[in-house]
């Protein structure tokens, strides 16, 4: 098993990965290490701003729909008799 690097980043969630991702396009030799099984057992909303997803796709990940992606316009939220929505925002880049 290969133990050194430039760069060793514990944890390989959504940042640890990202960061990974990052140093290892600009040259760096990187190791990402994460101590649970993929897939991450993980209690998640499984939703993604715009933001978000603008990330996974500069980071050379694409979302297409054929694979499950569903592009969501905004959140709602709804509780206490209320039901509040909020649009996402246009983003320009
Ligand atoms: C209930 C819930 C619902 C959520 N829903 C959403 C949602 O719908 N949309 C959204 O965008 N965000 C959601 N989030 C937030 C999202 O999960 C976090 O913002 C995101 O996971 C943070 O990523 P991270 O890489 O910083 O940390 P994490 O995802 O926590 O990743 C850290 C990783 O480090 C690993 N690790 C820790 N210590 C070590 C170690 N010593 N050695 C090796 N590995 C280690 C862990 O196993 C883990 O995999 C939700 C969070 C919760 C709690």
Excluded at 24 to 36: M, N, Q, Y
Excluded at 84 to 89: A, K, S
């Amino acid at each position: 098993m290969k133990t050194q690097a430039d760069v060793i980043v514990i944890g390989a969630g959504p940042g640890g990965s990202a960061a990974a991702r990052y140093l290892a396009s600009e040259g760096f030799d990187v190791i990402a290490l994460e101590k649970a099984h993929y897939p991450r057992e993980k209690v998640c909303g499984d939703g993604l701003t715009p933001r978000a997803v603008k990330e996974l796709q500069l980071i050379g990940l694409p979302t297409p729909r054929e694979e499950g992606w569903i592009p969501n316009h905004g959140l709602r939220m709804v509780g206490g008799g209320h039901r509040l929505e909020f649009p996402w925002h246009d983003l320009d880049a």
